[in-house]
């Protein structure tokens, strides 16, 4: 499965253009669906790289943050970074393992 939704990525500028939704919901989809992959076929590798250590520090930084407001209104905007970082290992991955063409 992992061989055929990297064309997603095809259609992301195109998307950017329409607005905010579409874009999201690729960004969204290849990232739920690279974590399906990368756990079912056992692909960790990837999440030990030194960005991904960096952001993980951020998105803690941002639920302790969120923790300590006090509104679980904040949960929710710091919460959705974490596709933002699962799709730049997600094209990470596409880069270094499939010819783009």
């Given amino acids: 499965m ?8 095809y259609l992301l500028p195109i998307a950017l ?10 960004v969204v989809t290849c990232s739920l ?4 992959d990368t756990f079912r076929n056992k692909y960790f590798i990837y999440y030990d790289n030194n960005f991904f250590k960096v952001f993980s520090l951020f998105f803690l ?3 302790v943050s969120s923790s300590f407001s ?4 904040s949960f929710k905007y ?3 970074y974490i ?4 799709f ?14």
């Fill in 17 to 26: 253009i329409t607005g905010s939704f579409i874009p999201d919901l690729i």
């Fill in 88 to 101: 730049s290992i997600f094209i990470f991955y596409v880069l270094k393992n499939f010819k783009l063409k």
């Fill in 83 to 86: 596709r933002y970082g699962i």
């Fill in 33 to 36: 669906l690279f974590l399906v």
């Fill in 78 to 80: 710091s919460l959705g």
């Fill in 61 to 63: 930084l941002l639920v």
């Fill in 70 to 73: 006090g509104e679980l209104l």
């Fill in 2 to 9: 992992i061989t055929y939704y990297y064309k997603l990525i």
